[in-house]
């Protein structure tokens, strides 16, 4: 069993940065692949970032790329997303997810574990 919770939502202006952070309990976080999922009011959840067990696999979704990084901290339990050059169309309920496998998914139902989200809102 893996718990999740997020932090460091808020509201931040166009151009701005945010770190989000997603604190796991229990002692397997380094045997799960983890993602960051987004859903905005009215759409579907959709993939952001994932990342490996080492953290040497991160794919994106293409809306992202170059400017968030997701990272990884397994002493810590901690999966972070680096946010930056944020866009009004990134405001959404982040969330964090863990699959028990070593390599991270695109697709949400892949995915064991989920955090109770934090919200992001940038305005224009």
């Known amino acids: 069993q893996v718990q999740l919770v997020e932090s460091g939502g808020g509201l931040v202006q166009a151009g701005g940065s945010l770190r989000l952070s997603c604190a796991a309990s229990?002692?397997?976080?380094?045997?799960?692949?983890m993602g960051w999922f987004r859903q905005a009011p009215g759409k579907e959840r959709e993939f952001v970032a994932g990342i490996s067990w080492s953290g040497d696999w991160t794919p994106y979704a293409d809306s992202v790329k170059g400017r968030f990084t997701i990272s990884r901290d397994n002493a810590k339990n901690t999966v972070y997303l680096q946010m930056n050059t944020l866009k009004p169309e990134d405001t959404a309920v982040y969330y964090c997810?863990?699959?028990?496998?070593?390599?991270?998914?695109?697709?949400?139902?892949?995915?064991?574990?989920w955090g109770q989200g934090t919200q992001v809102t940038v305005s224009s």
């Open positions: 997810a863990a699959r028990p496998a070593p390599l991270p998914s695109l697709i949400r139902n892949d995915y064991d574990y």
């Open positions: 229990g002692r397997t976080f380094s045997r799960n692949a």
